[in-house]
Structure formats: C-alpha cells, structure tokens
C-alpha cells in the first residue's frame, strides 16, 4: 500500500532531518580544531615530527646531558629544553636574532649559542 | 495516487507542524542524548578528525558529502528504532487531524 510506504519514508526521512544539524556539528568543530591546530603547529606530518623530537630530545637531556632541544627550538612554541620567543621556522636563517631562556640558569641566550651553552649548563658530556 | 510533489508538500505541513509543537526540540534532544550515551558521537568524532588532519586542504562541503553517509550508517540500530518510533507517535498525532 503506497499509503503504507509513504509514512515509511517520511518518518526515515525525518529521521535524516534530526542527524543533519548533529553531524554538521560535528564535522565543522573538528574542522574548526583542526584549523587552530594547523596555524600553531603546522599540518599532521609536521605535529608528528614535532612530538617526536620531543619526546626523544626530553629523554636525551634527561639521560646524558645532551642538548637536543636546541634543533627544534625554532619551530614549536614551548621546547623541552628552553621557552623560545616568535614559532616561526622561516627564522632559522636568523639564529643571532632570536632570544631562548635557558630554564636551567634562567640566562638569554642566542639560538645559534643555544646547543653549546645547554651542553655546558647541563653539565655536559661524560667525561673519561 | 499520491505523487512526489503531494508527499512534498505534506512532509513541508509536517515539518511545520514539528517544529511548531515543539516536539523537534525534544525529539532531537532525545536522539542527541541516544548517540552520546551509545557512543556514536565520540566514533564519528574520532573519524571526522582523523579524516580531516589527514587532508591537505579539507573543505566543509565536501567533507560533509563524505562523512554523512558513514555518519548515517554508523548510528546504531536500536537508537535508529527508538527515534522513530517517536517520530511515528508524532505523526499519529498530527495525522488524526
């Protein structure tokens, strides 16, 4: 009875009704997080470099005083090893330029001297 | 016979109607909370996040057309079911009219 199918369909399609606000939600919030994330830290590949470099350069200073940290200082706002000033990867042809504190002794240093003071800071390498 | 354009405008009346008593606030509530408690809302979330980070240039529109129909798939059987019976008790009470 087409009377039948009808109500069916209707009802199915009410139903549709109510997802759609639900589900463009959804994805417009995930995209709208994405975005944020995307101009803080770049796109997927590069938030994974960056949490690998992390991680790894965290246990190295941790483990043998050895400052990793400093590569990576320009291109992520809040490194393991130092607070850096503008996240701007575009400023690495400007190591002089730009600012790092080294948490350790609370000193400025430039970016370019930032590998060899956190070396010394930290105590430096094992020496036999 | 009841033509397309017939069932158009009579699904227009009911949406009207829907929207009107009010019942589309409260059924739309009630699906929402279904989805959540039955953790569809985190599952597609997780998937429209991943599938977003993964693409270059993601596009609303068209990730919508994507998404949608998984969406829709995903939505669990028994919440399905209990949505439209209350869609149903809705058009009984409007039909009889």
Sequence with gaps: ?128 | MTNQSDINTLKLKIQNELIQSGQYDEISKFLKFKLIENGWFDNFKNLASNTISEKENPNFSSLIRDLEPKALEMVPDNVKEETLVKIRQFLDSVIDK
């Excluded at chain 1, 994330?37 to 483990?63: C, M, V």
Aim: net charge neutral.
């Design chain 1, 1 to 128: 009875m087409s009377g039948v199918t009808t109500y069916q369909s209707i009802s199915v399609s009410l139903l549709e009704d109510l997802l759609e606000p639900i589900i463009n939600e959804i994805v417009l919030e995930s995209l709208n997080n994405e975005q944020i994330l995307r101009i803080k830290y770049g796109n997927l590949s590069n938030r994974w470099d960056i949490y690998n470099n992390n991680t790894t350069s965290f246990n190295t200073t941790e483990n043998n005083g050895t400052g990793n940290g400093s590569t990576n200082g320009n291109t992520l706002a809040g490194s393991a090893n130092g607070t850096p000033g503008p996240s701007n990867s575009n400023s690495s042809s400007n190591n002089n330029i730009e600012y790092f504190q080294c948490l350790n002794c609370d000193r400025r240093i430039a970016g370019s001297r930032f590998a060899a003071h956190i070396d010394k800071c930290l105590g430096g390498r094992t020496r036999k």
